[in-house]
């Protein structure tokens, strides 16, 4: 299986790094050329408004938007899921925006003083064992739509904050994360994401707005 991961700005090693170990073959994408013959991709955390302007210098923007509308799954992580989301608050107004998960997502939305957290993250369908999760300024997802299944809650936040809020989602062939699962070392979204990527799970439409 050839996943590509989005090689413009952040975790893109770790994820590869990842993804390799439960036996996929990982491109790094920059250019829409890239994109050819992969069967997933990968969008990595970082910042959004950067990551917006290099998708949209390096003609990634449309390709992308392109393949998602074709069904290409995509795992995306912190950043990617601001990208991915419907709706976001406290974006930058000419940030990329693929509006392919129907969420309603904050910017940063634990506080400017929270840089980073860690929390044990019980994950629907991964068993007992929770999942490590490192949150770095992350987004705060605020609501979500019929069609977006909740994988997994914080059980508690930063100082009360974002407690019960979604951290791990699904949308058809979309698995987005709040969090940084390439850093904990435990693969087990990748390999669900592997599984899906498998199962041929697609992306679907982009959703208005
Ligand atoms: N780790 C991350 O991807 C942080 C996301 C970043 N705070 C943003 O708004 O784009």
Redesign the pocket.
Known sequence: MRIGVVALQ?DVTEHRAALERLGAETRPVRTPAQLAGVEGVVL????????SLLLRSSGLEQALLGAFREGLPVLA????L?LLARDVLD?RPDQVRFGLLDAQVR??GFGRQVHSFEVDLPVVGLGDRPVRAVF????LVEAVGPDVAVLARLPRGPGGRGEGSPVLLQQAGVLAASF?PELSGDDRIHERFLRQVAEGTTSGQRLAG
Not at 44 to 51: Q, V
Request: proline fraction near 9%.
């Open positions: 952040g990595p955390g970082g910042e959004s408004t950067t990551l992580t912190c950043a990617g601001i974006g910017r940063n770095i300024r992350a987004p940084h």
